[in-house]
């Protein structure tokens, strides 16, 4: 497999303008997209369309070249919020069979796939801990990625509305869909998809998890999981990242864990681990959060009290500044909203290079 990666400045949602000139000139083959990742310059809420606008502005063009069919197959990875000094921008992943004889090293490789849609009270449950953990498992071994060589593994999940409450035909009233708001519900829609991702690469025991650790037991996590959660799908798309000595990429990806919102030294290691300078960086893909104690190295923060902000968005611009420096670029991806991804308070750090 060979898997190429460009990072593309966006003007607004629905600008396209890069992408178009990339194809034009060759540069990408839309035959070969695989996956999309964007920041999106919107709340990064439940209310913030727009994720779905610039999906539905990708499906559509795309969907010229490939057909509505294969446009549908891609990974759209949107998530919304670039507070502070974060750009919008879109992460184009290709890939295609290698040509013969090409030598292999160990170098990028990826796995895609979509689950099922799931039903309101699915949402944040066990259920879907086991449907991601499945499918991130599918994706891993259709990739040829040893599962210690995976770093980073991107899922967007879905939410819970209000309208979703009132069509719910499952009266269970303990159902995460029942007892919390919509805004609680993506954090729950998170932290199940993160623990999927720890069940299947052994971080954690299924038969160790209870419904009741969900969002609560933050010992428990993974160290690759990204997820991010929209209102625009009602199902979980998957992006699996790693290394195998079978690809011919130019690219490879490292990843690291930040203990907490300012830990510049994790952002370097996970370069340093892809055996590059932190100059052949394509990008960085990070998770924030505000620490739920209220403490970040040892000092109160006000993130959580902010009725005027919301604490995920805070948490982006923080993260965000701190990635930023290190790379000299504030054109990184930073998600809000770290539910067991990532010890309580830091988050999963990624960095994907151009290799020499």
Do not use: W
């Amino acid at each position: 497999m060979k898997v190429d990666v460009y990072k593309l400045p966006q003007n607004s949602p629905d600008d396209l303008t890069s992408l178009e000139a990339a194809i034009a000139s060759g540069k990408i083959n839309p035959q070969h997209i695989v996956a999309i990742m964007g920041k999106t310059e919107g709340n990064g809420c439940v209310n913030d369309f727009t994720r779905g606008f610039a999906v539905q502005t990708l499906k559509h063009y795309l969907a010229n070249f490939v057909g509505q069919d294969k446009s549908a197959e891609i990974v759209y990875v949107m998530s919304g919020g670039t507070e502070g000094a974060l750009s919008p921008h879109l992460t184009i992943f290709t890939s295609q069979a290698s040509l013969p004889d090409t030598p292999t090293r160990m170098a990028l490789t990826l796995g895609v796939i979509h689950t099922r849609d799931f039903t309101p009270a699915e949402i944040g449950s066990l259920t879907m801990v086991k449907e991601v953990a499945l499918a991130v498992n599918q994706a891993i071994a259709t990739a040829g990625i040893a599962k210690e060589d995976v770093h980073f593994v991107q899922i967007k999940c879905p939410l819970v509305t209000s309208r979703d409450r009132l069509l719910d035909e499952d009266r269970d009233a303990k159902s995460v869909s029942k007892s919390v708001s919509s805004y609680q519900s993506m954090g729950y829609s998170r932290g199940a998809s993160a623990l999927g991702v720890a069940v299947a690469l052994g971080e954690v025991q299924l038969e160790d998890l209870t419904a009741a650790d969900i969002c609560q037991n933050y010992a428990l996590y993974s160290s690759v999981a990204s997820t991010s959660a929209g209102v625009e799908l009602r199902n979980c798309e998957i992006l699996v990242l790693g290394n195998a000595p079978t690809s011919t990429s130019n690219f490879v990806i490292g990843h690291s864990v930040m203990q907490h919102a300012l830990d510049a030294e994790a952002v370097t290691k996970a370069i340093a681990s892809t055996g590059q300078t932190s100059d052949r960086v394509v990008n960085i893909f990070a998770k924030a959060e505000a620490d739920p104690t209220g403490q970040l190295l040892g000092r109160r923060h006000t993130m959580m009290d902010d009725s005027d902000i919301n604490h995920t968005r805070m948490a982006r611009a923080v993260v965000g500044a701190v990635v930023a420096s290190i790379v000299q670029d504030p054109m990184v991806y930073v998600s809000g909203g770290a539910e067991h991804q990532g010890p309580s308070g830091g988050g999963a750090v990624a960095a994907i290079a151009r290799l020499d």
